[in-house]
């Protein structure tokens, strides 16, 4: 389960405190697929971060499966991080050294066991069609094809919250629609939890629960 | 907008990586120009120190016997002077200074100085501080000076007094300032004193005269002073003398010493016939004995001469009346002569010659002439035979009443006379073969021509241009300008190669935009003139930055070649001397290297496609490639090391060429593999942190390129450096140098007796005969143009001691190449491998001339104890050098347990010659110290070149860590902590510094295996690694500090897509 309460977040600016998320509540279940969306500027990521555990909330909590990460020292928080969620990033952030096995095999490496990975990993290759492509390095693929390998990679411990963060942002239609569909394919295959954040009105559509983040809160898609 | 906006605003935008290049552009600018400065400095120092210390100086006149003091009045500025070398003692302590400049002065230095002060009077001396501070004296301290005793009679012929060289003078330290003065360049403290002239005259016996006047020309030539000394010299200046001998009416042409040389012999009879006199050329001989039978008479005088009464046969023999008288000998008898000869071997031997009685003259007319003798000191004026004391032995007993009798009667009459041809053989030396001339009838004129004849210069009264030659001499025997450009070589290349890495990076961050602006139009020779414009306006700024970075770098050579490098120049006395034209021509030529680096770097973009570019990606090169350009290498550099080995090659270039290819080979091998794929598969994080080594392969390669050329210079260096022990003393223990000459052989039981050396078990000495001269050894920094000149004895050139390097002819002892008669007159001699190469500036073969004489390398020593001198073959030396005397070059063999005891024994026993012994491996040590100094000073500017490479690789990862920032952002928010980002950074630059390190390091051993199988030297295994350590732990602390600065940067910030 990951449990959003009362999560607000405000920066400290110049001008004074700037709140970008206030009051924000959400629960979500195994299984869930959640699009957010928003303007820029809105929150959006801030949230995503947030959920992700990669940032701090000013006030709330969050828990997934049971456990607040604020409460964890670091390291148990990057082993949280690393057993729990998997991240999709506008920008692939995959190594240019590494071929898209490795790629995909990265988060593995300070995984504390150690089975079966390097077959999971070609499997979710295979599922994202890039069979014929392992040991090809991220320059020799296309912009889709790269976030591919950076869906497989963020699957490959079986996380059970996947955040993406406009995954097909710098995608042509026919490739953003290529992930979208691997997306909820495999959120499906693999039963996470799937919160998207995006400007795509269309990748979002294809979500059966849709939020708008406007004003430091979440909205019902449409309300 | 226009091109010029961009220019400026891209030199804003990107100020940190243009303030990078700038600075590497300055450094490479300090580096250069600071070299050049040192070697300006060095120069000037050694300059100022000649002016300072030769005051008003500009030119001496000379001669090593003494002439008139009034010969000064003839110039304009002129000082008359004593200069000799001496021995100073301070009798309390006992503490004894070799090798002193000792100045006899009067009131007439200080105002040819323009110093105030007083001269020295009665007893007192002015030290030299250094002096002052060597003896431990003070004002009013008592010490001693041993001098050697002029003498005018050649100390190596039968008549030169050899057991009383030296004369001994006691004076006491005034604390007047002595404003240092030498006549001789030299780069460390003035050791000398100034004396009362008048006492020091009186002394040695020569009042009135002088052997030196120094002379100011105002920057003139010498050719006015060499004209106003032959216009107003005189014979006697020369040591010569005319007497009239009105009895047998003719001139008599002598000298001082008794003897006249072939050359003022042909002169003199030369001028005779020119002015239509005739010249009767004589020899006077002492027999010990005339024997006819079994009778004899002692000690008799014996003339050779061309005409009657010496009989015309060439085994004929005239005898008196008297002496036929007493031999009872009749013509046809044989009549044998026995005579003392001194030898150049440093023996008195006794030899015989056997005449046939030709005829017996009366004691009348030319054969009762007792003017053919020449006058000998202590025999001559005697009123009898058994007062004579001359400087050989005498045997009083043998003479009886009648020979007092014919002393007393016909006092130097010779009783015997043999033809002139056969009295030179007998009786000729190296100082002549004439005692003296008789010109016939004596004329007036005779005087005035000879004069006019005679070669001041060639009589040893001469002129040197002191104040040109020191000038000359302060350009150093090493171009330290040139020296430090190859020390800071690695750091210059090092600061070079971070100018381009920079600027490298700074191209690479600007990949996109670059792609951006081709996509827009610009073509690409349109953005490399764009980007070297930019480096053109970053490099003239740090060109200007890098002439105050080069006024720094050469203060502190200085400071350094003043304090921890001191061995190697042996003074406190250098300073820096700022030159605009180094500064200049450092600036310039940095530069123009800088942008060459930088157009180097941009010559890689060109191949590179504008869509590659905007997704940022650099063209790798193929590995093929490199492994051709690595094998082709390789295989130039094995050919290279064998033509090494086998001695086919030089050394050094075999060592720079191999070295030089197989880094070249090594790199585009480790190109090629870091362009390739073939990996171990990730498995955890240092493996993933070694494939980032690939990332960027070119930056990679610099970085191990920086690394593993300074580690090659520092290891190749450290392997050339000199231990103490070394065959390079030839096996004897000890070496020693006199200030006054041996005239005796100390290795024979008579010389030791004359010598007054004890008995002494086991020690031999081997006597070289020693021209003074100018060091020619890595000790002096002045130019050596006159080096010092040695001739060991025929019997050590047989023993082939000493290891040679190289020799013209193959030949199992290179030593007895000094004895070869070449066809052509040149010299042969042999040299010391380093001071050949480094401070004569020559090649094996290579001919020089020194005093008009032609000389030839014939050998090289191997790093020996004789890198001051060169050596020639006494024979050689006996017939170019007649005029030095004796033996002033030692070497001994002792037993070595016994070294210290002997030194002791046998400093004591020939104080009075200055005698100092040193250990010959101390000797080496020195010039190993000096030697080991200069690669220490190269290894430690080459270690900063490694520092500086260090900071690249720093940047580098810095730059790689900051590019890959979203990477790492992304692997923490898989979970991955600092640690295992700090590992995977540690990994990739542990792995570009072992790189580096193993290349340098197994190049520079491969490389210099055949120089040091040939020339020795080895690796210090302990320093060299701590080193190595040293470098690699700063490596890793310079990663461990770029990943925590871009870790402490938030990486959600780099996450952020928007």
Redesign the interface.
């Known amino acids: 389960m990951l449990e959003v309460s009362n999560v607000s977040k405000v920066y400290p600016t110049p001008r004074g405190p700037l709140t970008v998320l206030s009051g924000i509540s959400l629960s979500l279940k195994r299984g869930d697929a959640v699009a957010i969306m928003g303007p ?2 809105a929150g959006k ?1 801030t949230l995503l ?1 947030i959920l ?1 555990a ?2 701090q909330p000013t006030a709330g909590t969050v828990t997934l499966d049971g456990r607040n990460p604020a409460q964890l020292a ?2 148990q928080l ?6 729990l ?3 999709i ?3 692939h ?6 071929s898209v096995l ?1 790629n995909v ?3 593995t ?3 504390n066991d150690h089975a079966g990975y390097p077959a999971r990993a070609r499997e979710l290759i295979q599922q994202v069609g890039l069979t014929d492509r392992l ?1 090809h390095r991220p ?1 020799e693929l296309s912009g889709g094809e790269k976030q591919r390998v950076a869906l497989a ?1 963020a699957l490959i ?1 079986k996380p059970l919250l996947l955040l993406c ?2 995954p097909t ?1 710098n995608l042509d239609q026919a490739s953003a629609d290529v992930v979208a569909s691997l997306l909820l394919e495999l959120h499906q295959r693999q039963e996470t939890i799937l919160v998207v954040v995006t400007h795509n009105a269309e990748l979002a559509s294809r979500f059966p629960v849709r939020y708008e983040l406007s004003h430091a809160n979440l909205h019902p898609a449409g309300t | 907008m226009r091109t010029s906006t961009l220019l400026a605003r891209n030199l804003t935008w990107y100020w940190r990586t243009n303030l990078a290049v700038l600075l590497g552009v300055s450094t490479a600018v300090g580096v250069l120009g600071g070299a050049l400065l040192v070697g300006d400095s060095v120069r000037s120092s050694l300059r100022d120190l000649v002016l300072e210390r030769l005051g008003n100086t500009d030119l001496v006149i000379s001669r090593k016997g003494f002439f008139r003091e009034e010969l000064a009045s003839a110039f304009g500025s002129a000082c008359p002077m004593i200069a000799i070398d001496g021995v100073v003692a301070q009798e309390p302590s006992g503490r004894r200074a070799r090798g002193i400049e000792i100045y006899g002065v009067d009131e007439r230095f200080w105002r040819f100085q323009a110093q105030p002060g007083e001269p020295p009077r009665d007893q007192q001396a002015l030290l030299s501080a250094a002096l002052e501070r060597e003896l431990g004296v003070k004002a009013g301290d008592s010490i001693l000076i041993r001098v050697e005793k002029p003498s005018a009679i050649p100390l190596e012929s039968l008549h030169g007094r050899k057991e009383d060289v030296g004369k001994t003078i006691r004076l006491r330290v005034t604390g007047a300032a002595f404003h240092e003065f030498s006549l001789e360049p030299k780069q460390g403290d003035v050791r000398a004193m100034l004396v009362p002239l008048a006492r020091l005259q009186r002394y040695l016996d020569q009042q009135g005269k002088v052997n030196t006047i120094l002379l100011a020309n105002r920057g003139a030539s010498s050719g006015p002073i060499e004209r106003t000394l032959k216009d107003h010299y005189t014979l006697e200046d020369l040591g010569l003398r005319l007497r009239l001998l009105e009895k047998q009416r003719c001139l008599s042409l002598e000298t001082d010493s008794t003897l006249i040389s072939d050359d003022l012999a042909g002169t003199a009879a030369a001028t005779a016939k020119s002015l239509g006199l005739g010249a009767e050329p004589v020899l006077t001989y002492l027999a010990n004995s005339i024997r006819v039978g079994g009778r004899e008479i002692p000690y008799s005088v014996v003339t050779a001469l061309d005409s009657p009464p010496a009989p015309a046969e060439a085994d004929g023999i005239t005898l008196n009346q008297w002496a036929a008288r007493e031999l009872r000998a009749k013509p046809g008898d044989a009549v044998s002569l026995d005579y003392y000869v001194w030898k150049s071997d440093g023996r008195l031997h006794t030899d015989s010659a056997q005449f046939r009685l030709a005829r017996v003259v009366p004691l009348k007319g030319t054969a009762a002439d007792q003017e053919f003798a020449p006058k000998y000191p202590g025999i001559t004026e005697s009123e009898s035979l058994h007062d004579w004391d001359p400087p050989f032995p005498l045997d009083l007993s043998r003479i009886r009443p009648i020979d007092e009798q014919y002393w007393k009667q016909y006092r130097t009459t010779p009783k015997a006379f043999v033809p002139l041809a056969r009295g030179q053989q007998l009786w000729g030396t190296r100082f002549g073969r004439l005692t003296s001339i008789r010109i016939f009838p004596p004329s007036e004129a005779y005087g005035k021509e000879l004069r006019a004849a005679v070669d001041p210069a060639k009589m040893g009264l001469t002129v040197f241009a002191v104040r040109a030659r020191g000038l000359e001499a302060a350009r150093g025997a090493t171009d330290f300008g040139e020296y430090f450009i190859y020390f800071s070589f690695f750091l210059m290349v090092s600061a070079l190669l971070l100018t381009g890495l920079f600027f490298k990076l700074g191209v690479e961050q600007r990949m996109h935009e670059i792609g951006v602006l081709r996509a827009l139009g610009f073509s690409m020779p349109r953005l490399r003139a764009i980007f070297l414009l930019e480096g053109a306006f970053l490099a003239a700024p740090g060109a200007v930055l890098g002439m105050g970075a080069a006024l720094a770098y050469g203060g502190l050579i200085m400071l350094g070649l003043r304090t921890w490098w001191i061995d190697a120049v042996g003074t406190r006395l250098l300073s820096l001397h700022a030159s605009i034209a180094s500064l200049a021509v450092g600036a310039a030529a940095g530069m123009v290297t800088a942008l060459g680096s930088i157009a180097w770097t941009l010559r890689g973009l060109h191949p590179v496609t504008p869509r590659s570019l905007l997704a940022g990606v650099e063209r790798r090169k193929p590995g093929r490639r490199s492994l051709l350009v690595g094998t082709i290498t390789a295989l130039m550099a094995v050919a290279l090391l064998a033509a090494a080995l086998a001695r086919k090659l030089d050394q050094t270039a075999g060592f720079f060429g191999a070295g030089t290819l197989l880094l070249i080979a090594a790199l585009s091998f480790e190109s090629a593999w870091l362009n390739s794929r073939s990996w171990a598969p990730v498995g955890g994080q240092i493996t993933l942190g070694l494939r980032s080594a690939t990332y960027r392969p070119g930056r990679s390669i610099l970085c191990v390129t920086l690394i593993a050329s300074a580690t090659f210079l520092i290891v190749s260096l450290d392997a050339f450096r000199r231990q103490g022990t070394s065959t390079g003393t030839g096996g004897f223990p000890l070496m020693a140098e006199s200030v006054l000459p041996l005239i005796h052989d100390p290795d024979t039981a008579i010389g030791r007796e004359a010598l007054n050396i004890p008995p002494l078990e086991g020690v031999k000495f081997v006597p070289f005969r020693l021209r003074p001269g100018d060091d020619a050894s890595c000790l002096n920094l002045y130019q050596p143009r006159n080096p010092r000149i040695l001739a060991p004895p025929a019997a050590f050139l047989g023993s082939a001691r000493f290891p040679f390097q190289d020799s013209v002819a193959r030949t199992a002892n290179p030593w007895l190449l000094l004895e070869s008669e070449p066809s052509d007159p040149v010299i042969p001699a042999i040299a010391d491998a380093n001071s050949m190469t480094y401070a004569l500036h020559l090649k094996l073969g290579e001919e020089f001339v020194l005093d008009q004489t032609r000389f030839r390398i014939v050998a090289a020593l191997r790093d020996s104890l004789f890198q001051g001198e060169l050596l020639i073959s006494e024979k050689n030396f006996l017939r170019l050098f007649p005029d030095v005397e004796g033996y002033r070059f030692f070497l001994l063999d002792v037993p070595p347990a016994r070294a210290q005891e002997l030194t002791g024994v046998l400093e004591a026993a020939l104080a009075d010659y200055g005698f100092g012994i040193q250990p010959t491996e101390a000797r080496l040590a020195g010039f190993h110290k000096v030697e080991n100094t200069y690669l220490s000073t190269f290894r430690n500017l080459g270690a900063l070149g490694l520092v500086l490479g260090t900071v690249g690789l720093g940047a580098v990862l810095l730059r790689n860590v900051l590019e890959r920032r979203r990477e790492l952002a992304l692997l923490r928010a898989v979970g991955y902590l600092p640690r295992h980002l700090a590992a995977m950074v540690l990994a990739e630059n542990v792995l570009l510094l072992l790189l580096g390190l193993t290349t340098g390091t197994l190049c520079a051993l491969l490389a210099i295996a055949p120089a040091v199988s040939l020339r020795g030297g080895h690796l210090p295994a302990v320093s060299l690694s701590l080193l190595l350590v040293a470098v690699l732990v700063t490596g890793v602390a310079a990663s461990l500090a770029a990943t925590a600065s871009a870790l402490r940067s938030p990486l959600l910030e780099a996450l952020r897509s928007e």
Do not use: H, M, T
């Open positions: 820029s500027g990521s971060y992700g990669l940032e670091e390291k990057a082993a949280f991080r690393n057993q969620i998997g991240f990033f506008q920008d952030c995959l190594l240019p050294q590494c490795e095999l990265i988060p490496l300070v995984a040991d320059a990679r411990r963060d406009e942002g």
